[in-house]
T-cell receptor, first 115, second 113 residues
């Protein structure tokens, strides 16, 4: 079974600094999709960034980038120039390409941004 | 606002009550999902519907009963729940079951007393 692990329940970063959130996953599949979602206090999950496993190039979306290490089954999120609005819960997610019903999330990392 | 609306936002119910959670999307999506979010635990995928047909039941107790009358609406009927069922219940939709990401609603905060 696929599992997603986020080992950092909570992290803090100073405004304008850079922070990296960790995610590892367990799978025997070779093709899949990985996502980072943000859940602000409003509770609505918002997609931050996605990565296709067949792509070697790390995805980037403005201040957000990932470090995808397929062999290590690691998918970390780097937030550069942190802003107060980045404070939220961040969830890492895995989606199988072979069984699209299998869409798994980690337990989340709470990010605090200090002014 | 992602186009997925859940009602009610908050619900308190007794263990003998029957209630329903509603999810609605007008994004033209064909796949809809129910997730359970408990503190400090991974989101738990409960049910998946594709074109109104249930394609996944992730070993969910029968006290949770989903219903998908059409591709735009998804319900979660609740009866004889337990206090440990208290959680945030999230609905999501996606264009299909392919590689696209899911769009989430704001959830229903359920408290069972």
């Amino acid at each position: 079974a696929q599992t997603v692990t986020q080992s950092q329940p909570e992290m803090s970063v100073q405004e304008a600094e850079t922070v990296t959130l960790s995610c590892t996953y367990d799978t025997s599949e070779s093709d899949y999709y990985l996502f980072w979602y943000k859940q602000p206090p409003s509770r609505q999950m918002i997609l931050v960034i996605r990565q296709e496993a067949y792509k070697q190039q790390n995805a980037t979306e403005n201040r957000f980038s990932v470090n995808f290490q397929k062999a290590a089954k690691s998918f970390s999120l780097k937030i550069s120039d942190s802003q107060l609005g980045d404070a939220a819960m961040y969830f890492c997610a895995y989606r199988s390409q072979y069984n699209f019903n299998k869409f798994y999330f980690g337990s989340g990392t709470k990010l605090n941004v200090k002014p | 606002e992602t186009g997925v609306t859940q009602t009610p936002r908050h619900l308190v119910m007794g263990m003998t009550n029957k209630k329903s959670l509603k999810c609605e999307q007008h994004l033209g999506h064909n796949a809809m999902y129910w997730y359970k979010q408990s503190a400090k635990k991974p989101l738990e995928l409960m049910f998946v519907y594709n074109f109104k047909e249930q394609t996944e039941n992730n070993s969910v107790p029968s006290r949770f009963s989903p219903e998908c009358p059409n591709s735009s609406h998804l319900f979660l009927h609740l009866h004889t729940l337990q206090p440990e069922d208290s959680a945030l219940y999230l609905c999501a939709s996606s264009p299909d079951l392919g590689n696209t990401e899911a769009f989430f609603g704001q959830g229903t905060r359920l408290t069972v007393v």
